[in-house]
Each structure stands twice: as C-alpha cells, then as structure tokens.
C-alpha cells in the first residue's frame, strides 16, 4: 500500500463547474499537507499548504485536511479552462522531512 | 513568491557523456534542496536531498556515483548525470526549501530540466 493514494484521472469537468481533488494517506504522522499545480512540462507550483487538520481558502481555491479519516481534500470553484492541469498532493510529519508526494490527477477544464 | 530556476531547461545528449544541471533559489537561502525525477504522466520520485557544504542524502535504489550532486553555496545545487544511457532521459526537477526566520520552510520547484539521451 503506497503511502499516499491519489486517483490518478484524467478528470474532465464543464468551466464554471465545482471541482474536487482528493488524496488518502496511511501515516498518521503526516501534519503538513500541501497541494501543488503542474502544467504541462513546467515544475510543480504551490497552491495551498495547510497545517494539521482544519479548512483553508485562498481564492476560489480551498484546502480540507481531515486528520481522523487521513483524508485531503482541494476544491476549485468557478473553475475555469486556465486551471486545467496536474494536482498533486504532498505531505510530510515535519517541516525538514521530505514530501511524500500522491501520483497527481489530470484535470481538464472544458470551455 | 520565492522563485527557482533550472538550466538547461532541455538537453539531448549521446550516450555516454556527462550533462549538468544548475539549480538556483534566486530570492532566497535554500540550505536544503531536492532532486527528482519525474516519468511522463508519473508522480515525483525524491532521488536525493542536497545540503549545503555537506555530503547529499540518496533516496534507495538511487546510484551516488552515477548522479553526482554538489551543493557548493546556499543558493546553487548542481545534479551531474554521469555516462548517460537512453534509461536516463527523464524530466528533472530541484526544489529548494526557504528556511525561517526569513522563509516559511516551504519547498518551491524549479521549472524542470528535460534531459534525452541518444
């Protein structure tokens, strides 16, 4: 079982649309959880970081972390076309640990 | 924000030779950095973590010898592929973690290097 479990994809959803990208882990020590946006041949991009459990927003971005389910969760509203690309999840226990990255899920915002 | 670079943003090689990738924190002090390695429609896999002014950390089944890693100041980490083979063509990317005081121990990537080997 791999530490981070992520649904690959690909996901395709209308413009406008709500959106929401998920990840499980296994480690119950993981306390820092972060969701980063990958386009196509560019590196990952931070979008949200959240600490233990608790809600996030930032924009039309918000971040879930449910500890006792070790369930995360990113939600994109009004999502638009822009925002098509790759999603990844990481998380560590610390802050100096290494990422524990989920495999990414593809999405795609149609017009 | 805090921003990386890498360089080359893409290398073809033969088979054999040696390539190097720069990684650079521009506005900020990374005493840390990572090295990953990235296969099409693939997640991250962490190849090593690289500290300033000491020897980097590899991830199992990573060869030291063969992906030679330097992290000679605190804004520059250099990845050296040795006697590349076509296995080796990949997308590579660092990232660099700024340290508080200054920073929010927060991993930022570069842009990636893609290296194809002949």
């Known amino acids: 079982q791999k530490e981070v479990e992520q649904d690959p994809g690909p996901l395709s959803v209308p413009e406008g649309a709500i959106v929401s990208l998920n990840c499980t882990y296994s480690?119950?020590?993981?306390?820092?959880f972060m969701w980063y946006r990958q386009y196509s041949r560019k590196g990952p991009e931070l979008l949200m970081y959240?600490?233990?459990?608790g809600n996030k927003e930032d924009g039309r971005f918000t971040a879930q972390v449910d500890k006792s389910s070790k369930y995360i969760s990113l939600f994109i509203r009004d999502s638009q076309p822009s925002d098509s690309a790759t999603y990844l999840c990481?998380?560590?226990?610390?802050?100096?640990?290494?990422?524990?990255f989920g495999q990414g899920t593809r999405l795609t915002i149609n017009p | 924000g805090a921003v990386v670079s890498q360089h080359p943003s893409r290398v073809i090689c033969k088979s054999g030779t040696s390539v190097k990738i720069e990684c650079r924190s521009l506005?900020?002090?990374?005493?840390?950095m990572f090295w990953y390695r990235q296969f099409p429609k693939k997640s991250l896999m962490l190849m090593a973590t690289?500290?300033?002014?000491?020897?980097?950390?590899?991830e199992q089944g990573v060869e030291k010898d063969k992906f030679l890693i330097n992290h000679a100041s605190l804004t520059l980490s250099t990845l050296t592929v040795t006697s590349a083979h076509p296995e080796d063509s990949s997308f590579y990317i660092c990232?660099?973690?700024?340290?508080?005081?200054?920073?929010?121990?927060?991993?930022?990537f570069g842009p990636g290097t893609r290296l194809t080997v002949l």
């Open positions: 506005d900020f002090q990374a005493t840390t």
């Open positions: 990232s660099a973690r700024d340290r508080p005081p200054s920073g929010t121990d927060t991993q930022y």
């Open positions: 990481a998380m560590s226990a610390t802050r100096a640990q290494k990422l524990v």
């Open positions: 480690n119950s020590a993981f306390q820092y």
């Open positions: 959240t600490y233990s459990s």
């Open positions: 690289s500290n300033e002014g000491s020897k980097a950390t590899y």
